[in-house]
C-alpha cells in the first residue's frame, strides 16, 4: 500500500514546528506573534502556491522599488497590529539566478515590521518570475494595498508597469525606456502599444492621459519631486516643468524654493509660461526666469471721449436752439477749476 500522500496543510504544520524547533530564540520571548503566524492566523488553504518560512535575513528589496517605506507613524501601528492579530498575508519573493538570497516583491513594510518584533522568519510565497513578470507584481499588489499613494509613488509605478508590458509584447527591446522626451508617444506596432496603455489605465481605474502625465513627473529633479509629495507643487505644475531641462529645473527650485525665494508662488499657470519660454528657446535660469514672468506694464489711460444724444438730453431739459454740449461743458470746467 502507498505511502499516505502529506496534504499542503498537514506539510506546512510539520515545517513550521521544524523551523521553531531550530531557529534561535526570539529577542522578546513574549512576543507570540510568530507562533500565532506559524499557528495559521491567516487561512492557509485559500492559497494556491506553497507558503514556506523564510528567515528575514535572506531578504532583500526589490531593486527598482517606487514605493516608499512607511513613516514611524505607520510602520508603528503596522508592527503593533501583528504583534496583536499574526500576519495576515505571506509575503511574495522570487531567486534570482546566481544572487543569493531572496527578492521581495511585495511585503516590504512587513518584513521590516516582523524584524522590529525580532521575529527570524516569515511566510511567503516564492515565485519563479523573469523582471517584466516582477515588476507588475510589484506594482500590482502596492497599487492595490496601499490607500493613498504620493504623486512620485504614482509617477514611478505606472512607469515601471507601462514598460514591464511593453517589454512582455514586444514593443521595445529589453532594457530601453518606453518613457521618450515627447510623453510616451511611442510607435504602435499592431495596436499593442495603444492595447498596452488601456491596460495600464483600466487596471488602475484612471484615464491613459492621466497615466502620461504621472509617468512625464519621472522626468523631474528628487527636490522638485519631494515638493510635489510635500504638496508643494500642484500635480500639473510639475507635469509642464518636466519638459525643461536638468539645468532649467535647478534654476525653478532656487527661484522659487531657494535661499531667498521669490515672492512669487509656482501655480501651474505659471509652470506653463516656463514651459513655453523653454521651448521658444528662452533662458530659463536664475536671471532668466525673473524677466519670463515679469508681468507687461499697464497701458495709461489715453484721451476720454464722451458723447452725448442731443435728442435724449432735449427730452429730459429745454435746451435752446444751437445748443453746444461741448461749449457747455468747457465752461462749466472752467467754473469748477477757477473756484478750487
Known sequence: MPPK?????????????????????LTDPTNKALDRELDAQFNLMAYAEDVVLVSVNQLRPYAQHPFKAYGDEKMNALVESINRDGLHQPIIIRNIEGIAGFEILAGHN????????????IPAI???????AAALV????????????????????????????????????????ASDDNGLELPVQNGQAGLSRETVANANGVSWHEIQRYIRLTYLLSELLDLLDQDRIPVMAGYELSFLDTEAQQAVVRFFFGDSPSKEK???????????????????????????????????????KVSFSLKELKKQYPLPDGFDVTVFLHEKLKEAFAKG
Not at 512587513?110 to 522568519?121: D, F, K, M, S, Y
Not at 516564492?126 to 517584466?132: G, I, P, S, V
Not at 490607500?147 to 508597469?161: I, R, V
Request: proline share 7%; hydrophobic share 30%.
Open 5 to 25: 500522500t502529506e496534504s499542503f496543510a498537514e506539510q506546512f504544520k510539520r515545517k513550521s514546528k521544524q523551523l521553531r524547533q531550530d531557529a534561535p530564540p
Open 110 to 121: 512587513r518584513v521590516e515590521a516582523i524584524r522590529r518584533l525580532g521575529n527570524r522568519q
Open 126 to 132: 516564492n515565485r519563479n518570475l523573469d523582471d517584466d
Open 138 to 177: 510589484v506594482v500590482t499588489t502596492n497599487l492595490e494595498q496601499r490607500d493613498k499613494l504620493l504623486p512620485s509613488e504614482k509617477a514611478f509605478a505606472y512607469k515601471l508597469q507601462m514598460e514591464a508590458l511593453q517589454r512582455q509584447k514586444g514593443i521595445i527591446p529589453n532594457g530601453d525606456n
Open 266 to 304: 509656482l501655480t501651474v499657470k505659471t509652470a506653463e509660461t516656463l514651459r513655453t519660454a523653454f521651448r521658444d528657446g528662452k533662458s530659463v535660469t536664475d536671471e532668466g526666469i525673473p524677466a519670463i514672468l515679469q508681468k507687461p506694464p499697464k497701458k495709461k489711460p489715453g484721451s476720454v
